[in-house]
């Protein structure tokens, strides 16, 4: 199972720990405001954030950051290599579903068109899949300079439940004004064929009438961020957060997935322990 190895790659960290920092570096902060991030599925409820976490913990070495546990292999003044392990994000979209249940549509023919439905009436014909989450191992390269800064990983499952891959890259600059910190960035994110199978695919045991069974290939996502903050004081910040994720057209053609893209937003005051 995907959660023995987790633990053990937990002991295996904790074991090799004395090679780090005995004192380390933590980063611990919490901002409390509004926010949203839209769910693409079609019976999938959009996730509230109405509170952010933000805990990081770096040795000489080994390092934690916001969910992802690494180990640093290479590092120059302008560059650091790693390995990291993490959790794939796009479960979350499954998290909660809408109740349409409540719904009542009648005696529908058989061949009743769906995109002269509202979302709502087509969640009551096509409810998504389950679907779980996916620890993935990979390498991480970041470098920084005048010209910003450009992040790149390479990751794939080690738990078995996607068997796929994922390259993620990100460009971003940041540009200071005072206390104001306002970094824009780009990002994509291309998706294999097995991975895109797995979340947005419909196996044969789970075609209906309305969801046909569909195999994606593979595909690229395209995001863009922009995020700002502003220093209050030295442990206050006012942040703003604005973020737009393009699905690729094979996810987008899955029956179940209702909306082409996901955006996010968040406002509220960050304090920095």
Same mark, same amino acid.
């Given at each position: 199972?995907?959660?023995v ?16 920092n ?9 901002a ?6 839209t769910?693409?599925?079609i019976?999938g ?26 180990? &640093? ?10 390995a ?11 998290e ?12 529908l ?9 509202n ?56 540009w200071y ?20 199978d797995?979340?947005?695919g ?10 046909p ?37 094979e996810? &987008? ?21």
């Amino acid at each position: 199972m995907w959660f023995v190895k987790v633990i053990a790659a937990l002991l295996l960290m904790l074991g090799l720990q004395h090679q780090a920092n005995a004192a380390g570096e933590f980063e611990f902060g919490l901002a409390l405001g509004a926010g949203e991030r839209t769910n693409p599925l079609i019976d999938g409820q959009d996730i509230n954030r109405n509170w952010l976490i933000d805990f990081a913990w770096y040795g000489e070495r080994w390092f934690f950051d916001n969910g992802d546990l690494g180990y &640093t292999m290479r590092e120059t003044d302008s560059m650091t290599l790693s390995a990291i392990v993490g959790v794939n994000s796009d479960r979350i979209f499954y998290e909660d579903k809408i109740f349409a249940q409540f719904v009542d549509l009648g005696n529908l023919p058989v061949n009743t068109p769906l995109d002269g439905l509202n979302q709502s009436e087509q969640a009551s014909l096509i409810r998504a899949p389950d679907r779980d989450y996916a620890v993935e191992f990979g390498l991480e390269y970041l470098t920084e300079s005048q010209l910003g800064f450009f992040q790149v990983q390479m990751n794939t499952d080690v738990s078995n439940v996607h068997n796929g891959h994922e390259v993620w890259a990100r460009y971003g600059y940041d540009w200071y004004r005072g206390r104001l910190q306002v970094q824009p960035s780009i990002n994509l994110n291309w998706k294999s064929s097995a991975f895109n199978d797995y979340y947005y695919g419909v196996k044969d045991n789970e075609a209906t009438q309305f969801m046909p069974a569909y195999s994606p290939g593979s595909g690229v996502n395209v995001g863009v961020k922009l995020a700002l903050r502003y220093l209050i004081n030295e442990n206050w910040s006012a942040v703003i957060s604005v973020e737009y994720e393009s699905l690729n057209s094979e996810a &987008t053609d899955s029956p179940f997935v209702y909306d082409d893209h996901i955006s996010s937003w968040f406002t509220g005051l960050f304090y920095s322990f």
